[in-house]
């Protein structure tokens, strides 16, 4: 099966499956309606401005008609929400930062696609992703490897891959360059040959994510305890609760407890808007804030506080509905705390190991310690201080090229 999102990159993962003499079937996943609520719950993007729309799969459809191979187009749109929209809102509400392509990926592209290729008796997945796999037979364990094209690599959003998913997908462009993933698509005439690549977050196209969860929080009429485990809204079948696979993530087994370990409160939706105090490090009241929402760690532009030089976000005081702001030298972190840890080669780290880590996508591997320090978290130190991980955003650990696996930020120090 070739998952195909109707872009350029799954056209020649498919063309290259081809080529090879596998037999091949086109999977697209259906992800969105083609208008939905972004600022204030109205329409927010037209036909084909979001992967997973109905312009993409007319595109990854034509493809399949070029390369003579059948082609399959799966609803996947209440699984997208339960799995990725619904955690993204929810998280930026308790005051974390989320990663839904990295949601996206863990359940969607891989869980429901290995469940539809189980499902038709298929051998494997194959992706469009800038990443390698291997088999290495001392360790008789499969590997996760960084992509050639560094540039393009894009394994940070694979640590999340087991042993059993890894023995069944194919990483056909990970040896080849976006330079010549088009030249081939050029080639052989594809209608996606020159389609630019998606941006941002799919399901906001327009930036505006708080307008988009705040419209959300409105079709949806949500009120009362919110946290990252159950956000409870009406629905017409009565309360929802996000699936049990996906509600937790990152939480452990008491979401309460994690959210106040990590210094969020459980708060109603309406406090995450609610305007409050911007405070230094020692409490002194610099202005306001706009709503925690609107801000994640790291941000430097548009906190509306003048200052000798500019300010950054230090974090969120959400119990207090308090923005915490310092300087840049003020933002580096010795290291961080990750959960929900997922290490693909299945064995525990145990003491101390010098590795490389990414806690941004675009950041380059950064020298570093990391230990295991509980049965689900990793204790990462930097070589060198860096800009600290926001809350939710993953946390990446590699040896050299090989992808040892990672988890997800719950505090720097």
Not at 52 to 60: I, P, W
Not at 204 to 211: A, I, L, R, T
Not at 312 to 339: H, I, P, Q, W
Not at 360 to 375: I, K, L, S
């Amino acid at each position: 099966m070739a998952a195909m999102s109707g872009g350029v990159d799954s056209s020649v993962c498919a063309l290259l499956l081809r080529q090879a003499g596998c037999d091949v079937r086109g999977a697209t996943m259906v992800l969105h309606g083609d208008v939905a609520a972004g600022a204030g719950g109205a329409a927010a993007w037209s036909e084909g401005a979001v992967c997973g729309s109905s312009r993409d799969v007319e595109d990854a459809r034509a493809v399949c008609r070029h390369l003579g191979i059948p082609h399959d187009a799966f609803d996947l749109r209440d699984r997208f929400d339960a799995a990725v929209v619904r955690p993204f809102c929810e998280a930026y509400l308790t005051g974390r930062t989320p990663n839904p392509c990295i949601d996206c990926n863990r359940y969607l592209k891989f869980e429901a696609l290995q469940q539809r290729r189980r499902e038709l008796g298929l051998q494997y997945v194959a992706t469009g992703h800038y990443a390698r796999r291997r088999w290495d037979e001392a360790s008789g364990r499969w590997q996760l490897l960084r992509a050639a094209d560094v540039a393009k690599d894009q394994s940070y959003v694979l640590y999340h891959l087991t042993q059993d998913t890894l023995a069944h997908m194919l990483f056909p462009l990970g040896d080849l360059t976006k330079n010549e993933v088009r030249a081939l698509a050029r080639d052989h005439g594809f209608t996606t040959a020159d389609k630019p690549e998606s941006q941002d977050i799919c399901f906001v196209p327009d930036g505006d994510y708080v307008s988009f969860i705040e419209g959300w929080c409105r079709v949806r009429d949500c009120e009362g305890a919110v946290s990252h485990a159950s956000l409870m809204c009406g629905t017409e079948g009565g309360l929802k609760a996000a699936p049990t696979e996906t509600r937790s993530a990152g939480m452990g087994e008491n979401p309460k407890a994690a959210l106040a370990e990590a210094g969020l409160a459980i708060a109603s939706a309406a406090d995450a808007f609610a305007p409050g105090e911007i405070v230094d490090h020692a409490g002194r009241v610099l202005g306001q804030h706009a709503g925690l929402i609107h801000y994640t760690v790291g941000q430097r532009k548009g906190i509306g506080v003048a200052a000798r030089e500019p300010l950054y976000v230090l974090g969120k005081d959400n119990t207090a509905n308090r923005l915490v702001v310092g300087f840049r030298d003020e933002l580096e972190s010795r290291g961080v705390v990750a959960r929900d840890v997922n290490l693909i080669g299945g064995d525990a780290l145990g003491g101390p190991r010098r590795v490389r880590v990414k806690t941004h996508y675009r950041q380059r591997p950064v020298d570093a310690t990391v230990e295991q320090t509980g049965p689900d978290e990793l204790t990462v130190v930097f070589a060198e201080p860096q800009r600290a991980a926001a809350p939710g955003q993953a946390v990446v650990v590699y040896d050299g090229e090989l992808v040892i696996g990672g988890g997800t930020a719950a505090r720097s120090f």
